[in-house]
């Protein structure tokens, strides 16, 4: 008698059969993990220049502010999707440091204005400042909240849009 080795084409398809049901099961958990791990990235970018601009302002002994960005310059209004930079206050203050463009699914609303940091560490804005970081379809899903005070402190919460 002889023996054969392999599958037979029944067990083949009952495991590609069970392999497509666990993808199904498995692609928007994954989907929304690299979403949600995107909207935390953006935060840490948001909170590190934050707190880069409080460190130069104190090191430099030197007003630095943080703005949204327009082609390398500052410029107003609340989306900063196109991503922010830190620089020098003044006209023809050095640019420090420039964070690019978020994806064109992510949004990034914060203050209409550029936030100022004092040589002591505090901003120039006499109330709390937020950013909001989340997806253009927001609907049930994370989103993150960068609060500045206006003693120049900034911490993140993370939350669900409704």
């Known amino acids: 008698m002889r023996y054969s080795r392999g ?36 935060t840490n970018n948001l909170m590190t220049a934050l707190q880069f601009a409080r460190s130069e302002a104190i090191k430099r002994g030197v007003r630095v502010d943080v703005c949204r960005q327009s082609n390398g310059a500052c410029s107003n209004g609340t989306g900063w999707q196109d991503g922010w930079l830190v620089k020098v206050n003044g ?14 699914s992510d949004l990034v609303v914060g203050p209409d204005a550029t936030l100022t940091f004092r040589p002591n560490g505090m901003v120039t804005a006499t109330a709390d400042t937020s950013f909001s970081v989340k997806t253009s379809s927001c609907t049930n899903r994370t989103m993150y909240t960068v609060t500045l005070t206006p003693t120049g402190r900034a911490t993140s919460t993370k939350g669900t849009c409704q």
């Not at 059969?17 to 993808?23: C, R, S």
């Not at 006209?91 to 064109?104: F, I, M, P």
Request: glycine residues 4%; hydrophobic residues 60%; aromatic residues 6%.
């Open 91 to 104: 006209t023809g203050g050095a640019v420090l440091r420039v964070w690019e463009a978020t994806s064109s």
């Open 7 to 42: 599958f037979t084409l029944i067990e083949l398809m009952v495991t590609v059969a069970i392999l497509a049901i666990l993808v199904s099961i498995a692609v928007p958990s994954f989907r929304d993990m690299i979403q949600s791990n995107r909207m935390l990235s953006i």
